[in-house]
């Protein structure tokens, strides 16, 4: 259920110890005035009942000034949550009454907020933005064209040729998980299946004698790698070798068991997945395999090479982005890194988004 805020207009005003009262000049508190929480809340009610039954929902004007708070000096999500229960300035921004020095939530509930505000809704919110910017922006704010002034096109003709500029780039939002490496994702797949043998164990009634799965040796053979990086090619392909086979042993141990849920069957199919690209790689000969899994936990997430100095490779999505007039648009957000991000649907009119009129790519 989501309750909506009454669109009342709101001064700078909040309770504060000493009676204190906030300065209407700060930067927070002009940034609440232009932040289109109306907009914003149509938008998410939409996706809650319509009952009265149910826990309310946090509002959303505190969804989306936390994400921008977080965003803003790039901090984390607990930081977030600090720095809000100590400033007044960010608790009106979020939408409180009253100063508290108590967390308003809990920093789990950033990742809530990430996955509530989808990027179709944010995407809307960022072009709802864009337009009140360009409503409120004075002609005399524009900056004259580079060729002193002459239009991009002839003013006879009822067509323009050109309505402008458009900067265009695309790069790589890295996530969050360990550097990969054949050696230690093969590793972390077998304790996995360890662990899952040993939780469908304890769910039989009357278990059989514990399978053979050897995790000592396969321990003690991983680390005589791991701690010797001078080791040569051929003594990491064996134990790599060695730990897939303890991989494809384990996965085809029989344990007769109903209760194993929806997460423990995907993470069987992620480590078969990973079984099957790391035997093709050395059968092959080859170093590249199609869908490529370098995370069990995010199978999702693919390598791209994007070829800066300080990172060959990132692991994350590709997104692309445009700039114009001042302006930016995300156009895309994939995690298949093989793709032209300019070739999609969603970016081969790119340019209309921000004129409607035939533009210029830089």
Same mark, same amino acid.
């Given at each position: 259920?989501?309750?909506?805020?009454?669109? *009342?207009?709101?001064?700078?005003?909040?309770?504060?110890?000493?009676? !204190?009262?906030?300065?209407?000049? %700060?930067c927070g508190v002009k940034l609440a005035a232009r932040l289109l929480r109306h907009e914003?809340?149509?938008?998410?009610?939409?996706? /809650? +009942? =319509?009952?009265?039954?149910?826990?309310?929902?946090?509002?959303?004007?505190?969804?989306? !000034? *936390?994400?921008? &708070? #977080?965003?803003?000096? !790039?901090?984390?999500?607990?930081?977030?949550?600090? *720095?809000?229960?100590?400033?007044?300035? $960010?608790?009106?921004?979020?939408? @409180?009454?009253? @100063?508290?020095?108590?967390?308003? @939530? %809990?920093? =789990?509930?950033?990742?809530? /907020?990430? #996955?509530?505000?989808?990027?179709?809704?944010?995407?809307? @919110?960022?072009?709802?933005?864009i337009e009140l910017a360009r409503r409120n922006t004075h002609p005399e704010d524009v900056p004259p064209p580079d060729d002193g002034g002459k239009p991009d096109f002839d003013t006879s003709? =009822?067509?323009?040729?050109n309505a402008g500029t458009i900067l265009r780039d695309a790069t790589c939002a890295p996530s969050n998980i360990k550097y990969p490496t054949d050696l230690n994702l093969v590793n972390d797949a077998r304790e996995l299946t360890e662990n899952i043998i040993d939780q469908l164990r304890k769910q039989q009634v009357n278990p059989l004698p514990h399978p053979r799965t050897k995790p000592q040796?396969?321990?003690?053979?991983? $680390?005589?790698?791991?701690?010797?990086?001078?080791? !040569?090619? &051929? +003594?990491?392909? =064996?134990?790599?070798? /060695?730990?897939?086979?303890?991989?494809?042993?384990?996965?085809?141990?029989?344990l007769q068991s109903d209760s194993i849920g929806g997460g423990t069957v995907e993470q069987i199919r992620t480590i078969r997945m990973v079984h099957d690209q790391q035997r093709e790689m050395p059968d092959q000969k080859t170093r590249r395999v199609e869908h490529r899994i370098v995370s069990l936990h995010q199978p999702h997430v693919r390598p791209i090479v994007c070829g800066k100095a300080g990172h060959e490779t990132e692991f994350g999505a590709k997104l692309t982005a445009g700039l114009a007039d001042g302006y930016t648009r995300n156009c895309n957000y994939d995690f298949d890194g093989r793709l032209d991000p300019w070739e999609t649907s969603g970016c081969k009119d790119f340019g209309f988004l921000f004129s409607g009129n035939p533009v210029e790519y830089l």
């Open positions: 259920m989501y309750r909506k805020s009454r669109h *009342a207009d709101e001064l700078p005003e909040i309770g504060l110890y000493f009676e !204190g009262r906030l300065n209407p000049e %700060n914003l809340e149509a938008d998410s009610a939409k996706h /809650f +009942k =319509s009952s009265e039954r149910g826990e309310v929902a946090l509002n959303v004007r505190m969804a989306m !000034g *936390a994400l921008l &708070v #977080k965003e803003f000096p !790039g901090v984390s999500d607990r930081a977030v949550v600090d *720095a809000v229960s100590g400033n007044p300035y $960010l608790q009106y921004f979020l939408g @409180f009454k009253r @100063f508290q020095t108590e967390p308003p @939530f %809990n920093a =789990s509930l950033m990742t809530h /907020f990430r #996955k509530c505000l989808s990027a179709k809704v944010v995407n809307r @919110f960022n072009e709802k933005v003709s =009822s067509e323009p040729k040796i396969c321990r003690k053979r991983y $680390l005589e790698i791991i701690k010797r990086p001078k080791y !040569g090619v &051929v +003594k990491r392909s =064996s134990a790599l070798r /060695f730990l897939l086979n303890a991989v494809r042993r384990n996965l085809k141990l029989q």
